[in-house]
């Protein structure tokens, strides 16, 4: 199975940004598949990476001001896009019935969607990280057949500095792997410091990382 390293951005970035990483991971020998999320405006600044939107529209296309489609994404090289972010969930109130139908509008597209599940500290604490996975899954892939990438990313380890530990994460994407056979990444606080213990559990398929990936040295040492 490929080993995915996802950046997102997230609000970041700058054309300046975007020339920096196209040039400096044009001819990077690795074996893993490199995915760059920027901001969706950028997404034309990339010829030579793969990249992905960090969220689409339910909708096709019509009077959704602000919005952007899953139509637009591919038009503009995207390849995969991330749904269902914790942000998202958090901020723009995404529940998993939406998050469902993003994935179709993306899957129509020819998009690969790449869902984030993932539990909070009080979940986490009392032992429900498995049901709030489950109950989420089941939800956001209703109805879904095709090859997707799942992302787990504890909602308390996003931007914090903590991780579960390797044992935690190594159980969880067991458990997540014998409900789905899709490529499971983990996100949350990836940095250079623990990339490579994290990535070499049976079961982690790659990382999505947000702060780290904005630096190109520092992205650079996670794979
Ligand atoms: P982080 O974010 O690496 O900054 O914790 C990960 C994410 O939100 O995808």
């Given at each position: 199975m490929d080993f995915y390293v996802v950046a997102n951005w997230k609000m970041n970035g700058s054309k300046a940004l975007c020339a920096e990483f196209e040039a400096g991971l044009a001819n990077i020998k690795t074996d893993k598949k490199i995915i760059i999320a920027p901001p969706f405006g950028y997404l034309s600044q990339f010829s030579n990476l793969t990249t992905a939107g960090q969220n689409c529209s339910q909708h096709d296309s019509g009077a959704y001001t602000g919005e952007v489609s899953a139509t637009m994404l591919a038009e503009l090289g995207a390849k995969y896009v991330i749904l269902g972010h914790s942000e998202r969930r958090q901020y723009f109130n995404e529940d998993n019935q939406l998050i469902n139908a993003k994935i179709k509008q993306a899957l129509a597209n020819g998009l690969t969607p790449i869902i984030c599940v993932g539990e909070s500290l009080e979940e986490y604490e009392s032992g429900k990280t498995k049901t709030r996975l489950k109950n989420d899954l089941s939800?956001?892939?209703?109805?879904?057949e095709a090859d997707i990438i799942i992302a787990y990313e504890p909602l308390w380890a996003i931007g914090t500095g903590k991780t579960p530990t390797l044992d935690e994460i190594s159980t969880t994407h067991d458990y997540i792997k014998s409900l789905y056979n899709y490529a499971v990444l983990y996100g949350g606080s990836v940095k250079p410091?623990?990339?490579?213990?994290?990535?070499a559990i049976t079961n982690v398929n790659g990382l999505l990382v947000g702060g780290a990936s904005l630096e190109l040295e520092s992205f650079k040492s996670l794979f």
């Open positions: 939800e956001c892939l209703d109805g879904i410091s623990n990339a490579s213990e994290i990535s």
